[in-house]
């Protein structure tokens, strides 16, 4: 499409400059992702994790190169507003019939927050929103090929659907593999009579990771769609096998689940295989799926907007995530959304000897590590508004803008491995509080302890609950209260025992680990501490 240039001719030259910096990456990316078949071919295992490790840092790189070019030929940090805004619609514009627009424009992004200060960072500026619909881009040919088994036969089809997959490599016994995957889906549906519509669709390019080829298809039955995939593996003598069929969806999840290591795909259109994949697993969000096809910077882009919409359409809070507090890293999470957000402190007290740099290393290794179902994966938001609202709204005040966040997974009918830090429905503790006094404080969400039934057993911070609490057996969920022998003086004390749980108001609210005082319900009478004889004793 020829855009005209218009009054501006820097940001002409600006929009080029950054499509050159994109097509540049994905060609890069593109290649080292076709050339896992010849890989997988040749059993060159360590070549297939060396290649996942460098394509990680192809993203990062050609950024910097586009940053700098702009820096240095157009002088980028010193551009007004007008100039970015023409570039950002001239860009627009270039990809039109551009076959990655989605990616083009979170590269356009990168590209930006690298230059520009993160109060541009909205949609005047940079891609918020996405301004290229990919809903019906399609590649040429079709990422997906159909074949019809009442015209040719269950066993035909998949023996044609394997030999496409183009591998040089025989199966040591293509016949009996075949067969049983036949047995299979027959077993699945049953003696049902297959439907007129009735077809297959695979995927044209196999998915590689580590030892295996994957291959994704689905067959559709009238108005049932029955995904599956096939794992192909080598054995022994360099000969091809099917090590499995899987055909239950959360089976089909777990493979394609965070806690796993990337995949290498030959793609000309990444959007038509996210779409063709979310058909076969409809729980899995669109951000999962750009991640693991090696599209991480993607995948956190349609995260951040998918956290901005549940934010605007959702009331509930920020909560500390249960658990054992963390010396190095400050985790919270939201009730009603899946995933764990983590921020590095800025000070990391002693025993830990660890500084901020060190933290992300580690990360990255665990983001470059054959994960196999035993880590799960991050996207790290850096010197960003993301991190940086956080800190100004008082969400987390000694925190670093190192913003992580940990998919937790955990939907309906998922069986993927339960993280870490995944709190339960009821780890809450909602405290009161009206709308006026929350916009009187200045509004905006804010953290709040949680339920102390989710810390059991842990100390408070910077006290020693066996010289100042213990647990009351006969109050409700063996909540903490203070021992009378440590009690400051003036304390206001219930009259009873039962007082605390009788009164008109809810103490459990004034019990929450973390709050500076302890509320009781009305009805009390101030009484005088115990005053222990000898030197004074300091907590």
């Known amino acids: 499409m020829n855009i005209p240039r218009g009054e501006n001719p820097v940001a002409t030259a600006i929009a080029g400059a950054l499509v050159d910096g994109f097509d540049r990456h994905y060609r890069l ?44 030929e157009f002088r980028a940090d010193l551009l007004d507003e007008n100039t970015w805004q023409q570039a950002k619609l001239l860009y627009i514009g270039l990809l039109t019939n551009h076959r990655q627009p989605e990616l083009a424009e979170t590269f356009f992004n990168s590209v930006f927050c690298q230059i520009m200060h993160r109060t541009y960072f909205h949609n005047d500026f940079i891609f918020f929103r996405p301004a290229v619909s990919t809903e019906y881009l399609e590649s040429d040919p079709p990422a997906y090929q159909t074949y019809y088994p009442l015209r040719h036969g269950w066993r035909a089809v998949f023996r044609r659907i394997l030999a496409d997959c183009g591998w040089r490599l025989p199966f040591a016994d293509l016949d009996g593999d075949v067969g049983y995957v036949v047995d299979d889906i027959g077993a699945l549906i049953g003696g049902a009579e297959l439907d007129p519509n ?24 009238g108005d049932r769609d029955i995904p599956f995939v096939l794992p192909v593996l080598h054995d022994d003598e360099a000969h091809l096998y099917l090590d499995t069929v899987l055909l239950d969806p959360r089976d089909i999840r777990m493979v394609f689940s965070l806690n796993r290591a990337y995949f290498m795909v030959d793609m000309e259109v990444p959007s038509e295989y996210v779409r063709f994949l979310r058909g076969i697993m409809p729980r899995k969000p669109a951000a999962e799926l ?22 605007r359409h959702s009331e509930d809070e920020f909560v500390v995530a249960p658990g054992i507090p963390g010396l190095v890293m400050l985790v919270f999470t939201l009730p009603s959304f899946p995933y764990v957000f983590k921020v590095i402190k800025d000070e990391i007290p002693p025993p830990k000897e660890i500084d901020r740099e060190a933290v992300k290393a580690k990360y990255l290794l665990v983001k470059q590590h054959d994960r196999v179902g035993r880590m799960a994966d ?79 057993r842990q100390h408070l911070p910077r006290r020693h609950a066996d010289e100042e609490l213990r647990r009351h057996a006969h109050r409700p969920g063996g909540l903490l209260r203070l021992r009378r022998d440590r009690i400051p003086h003036q304390l206001q004390l219930p009259l009873h025992p039962a007082g605390a749980v009788s009164g008109a108001r809810d103490v459990r609210g004034g019990l929450v680990p973390g709050r500076p005082q302890r509320r009781f319900p009305r009805g009390v009478r101030s009484v005088p501490a115990q005053q222990p004889a000898g030197p004074a004793r300091h907590s």
């Open 290 to 311: 750009y991640t693991m096809l090696g599209l991480g910077k993607q995948g956190k882009t349609m995260f951040y907007r998918e956290l901005a919409h549940h934010l």
């Open 198 to 221: 009735c077809h297959v669709q695979v995927l044209r390019a196999a998915f590689y990771r580590n030892k295996a080829a994957y291959v994704c298809g689905r067959i559709v039955n």
């Open 378 to 456: 991050t996207l790290e938001f850096s010197g960003g508004g993301a991190a940086q609202g956080a800190r100004e709204s008082g969400t987390a005040r000694r925190a670093a803008p190192e913003l992580r966040l940990d998919p937790r997974g955990g939907r309906p009918g998922d069986r993927d491995p339960a993280p870490l830090h995944r709190a339960p429905h009821d780890a809450a503790q909602h405290l009161s509080r009206p709308r006026d006094r929350r916009a009187a404080r200045g509004g905006g969400a804010r953290l709040r302890a949680c339920d102390p039934r989710a810390c059991d």
């Open 29 to 72: 990316f593109r290649q080292s992702s076709a050339q896992a078949r010849a890989r997988f071919e040749a059993g060159d295992w360590l070549g297939q994790q060396q290649a996942v490790r460098e394509r990680i840092a192809f993203y990062d790189e050609r950024v910097r190169e586009t940053v700098q070019r702009l820096r240095e």
